[in-house]
């Protein structure tokens, strides 16, 4: 059966392409699910891809991602990524790998956003590559799980 990622995005990305595209650009969410879900396919894994406005709402998709049976989670918290220490929580009761993702370089913007709660429990972060960060993340999980996958001789 493929591993199944979970890719979570955090409030506000509902909005992306609509505003703000100096700093986002003019892709959608709807975009960068429909290049997830191709991605996905050709790599052999399954995702679900979820979007929430809520803090309550994401921590209860990272229980779900559990709850499944999830090999990996990839998440763009946005700006619950400076703040939350429930989704914090949350992701250290996940047993699988994590990515954290951004559209943008958060180093290279305003100083609050350069503390991140989530990035002392990822594998993996990717910023500043815009929607290319999420199929990067796809393509790095599907490495590390076929490695996972592979018999040690
Ligand atoms: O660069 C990223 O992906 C961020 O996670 C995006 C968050 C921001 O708070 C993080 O610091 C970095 C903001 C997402 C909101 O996106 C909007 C898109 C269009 C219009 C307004 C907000």
Excluded at 136 to 153: F, G, H, P, V
């Amino acid at each position: 059966m493929a591993d199944l990622v979970h890719i979570l995005n955090g409030p506000n990305l509902n909005l992306l392409g609509r505003r703000e595209p100096d700093t986002y650009g003019h892709v959608t969410l709807a975009d960068i699910e429909r290049r997830c879900q191709q991605a996905a396919t050709r790599l052999g894994l399954a995702i679900a891809f979820r979007q929430r406005n809520g803090e309550g709402e994401i921590v209860a998709d990272i229980h779900d991602a559990i709850q499944t049976g999830a090999a990996a989670i990839i998440i763009n918290a946005a700006a619950y990524t400076h703040t939350s220490v429930a989704i914090h929580d949350a992701l250290r009761a996940f047993d699988g790998l994590i990515i954290e993702v951004h559209l943008s370089n958060i180093h290279a913007r305003e100083s609050f956003r350069h503390k991140s709660l989530i990035a002392p429990l990822a594998d993996g972060i990717i910023a500043g590559l815009g929607a290319d960060g999420y199929e990067l993340a796809l393509q790095a999980l599907a490495w590390r799980l076929s490695k996972d996958d592979s018999i040690e001789i």
